[in-house]
């Protein structure tokens, strides 16, 4: 079997010799892989990997459960066209984990938001509608569902950004939270 020489830049082998052009011109003899190498490297990446308790803050056996936020927004006398709010959980261990929309047929779709942010514990969520039917009063807007990590009981910062009606001006509104399941 011909083996091929190491050669620095200069193409020269290890022994110093010249590569000829054939020499040079010849493929690369195929990686050799064997299960066993493979094994260990899997082994090694999966101990280099952070484990779950690095993400969630908490020990290893820590209480999991699921949540729903529904998020409020009252805009008195006035339809409701458009919105901006933010929610960051202040207290607990909390990852956002899906977005729905509100009960009111004009924010049914779910709202805009920031895939990004969702993955820290805070979202900045927004929505419009051009219709005509739109919502008065006390309507959810959204249904924010939560992983909670522990036996700390959530809190949550919630501030609305921007509320507005069909002509685009800003209306006096305000926003709550609830809690489901």
Same mark, same amino acid.
């Given at each position: 079997?011909?083996?091929?020489?190491?050669?620095?830049?200069?193409?020269?082998?290890?022994?110093?010799?010249?590569?000829?052009?054939?020499?040079?011109?010849?493929?690369?003899?195929?990686?050799?892989?064997?299960?066993?190498?493979?094994?260990?490297?899997?082994?090694?990446?999966?101990?280099?990997?952070?484990?779950?308790?690095?993400?969630?803050?908490?020990?290893?056996?820590?209480?999991?459960?699921?949540?729903?936020?529904?998020?409020?927004?009252?805009?008195?006398?006035?339809? @409701? *066209? &458009?919105?901006?709010?933010?929610?960051?959980?202040?207290? %607990?261990?909390? !990852? #956002?984990?899906? =977005?729905?929309?509100?009960?009111?047929?004009?924010?049914?779709?779910?709202?805009?938001?920031?895939?990004?942010?969702?993955?820290?514990?805070?979202?900045? @969520? *927004? &929505?419009?509608?051009?219709?005509?039917?739109?919502?008065? %009063?006390?309507? !959810? #807007?959204?249904? =924010?569902?939560?992983?909670?990590?522990?036996?700390?009981?959530?809190?949550?910062?919630?501030?609305?950004?921007?509320?507005?009606?069909?002509?685009?001006?800003?209306?006096?509104?305000?926003?709550?939270?609830?809690?489901?399941?």
């Amino acid at each position: 079997m011909n083996r091929i020489k190491p050669r620095d830049d200069r193409g020269q082998t290890a022994d110093g010799r010249r590569q000829s052009a054939d020499d040079r011109r010849k493929p690369s003899p195929p990686l050799i892989v064997s299960s066993r190498w493979l094994r260990k490297l899997a082994i090694a990446l999966v101990l280099a990997l952070p484990s779950g308790e690095h993400f969630a803050g908490e020990g290893a056996d820590a209480p999991v459960r699921f949540a729903a936020v529904e998020v409020f927004i009252d805009s008195g006398e006035q339809p @409701l *066209a &458009a919105w901006q709010f933010q929610l960051a959980a202040e207290r %607990g261990s909390v !990852r #956002i984990v899906g =977005i729905e929309g509100g009960e009111h047929p004009a924010f049914k779709s779910p709202p805009y938001y920031d895939p990004a942010a969702m993955q820290r514990d805070r979202v900045v @969520l *927004a &929505a419009f509608n051009t219709g005509n039917d739109l919502p008065k %009063g006390k309507t !959810r #807007i959204a249904r =924010i569902h939560v992983q909670v990590t522990g036996d700390v009981q959530p809190e949550y910062a919630l501030r609305l950004e921007a509320a507005g009606n069909p002509e685009g001006k800003r209306i006096e509104a305000t926003i709550s939270l609830g809690t489901t399941r």
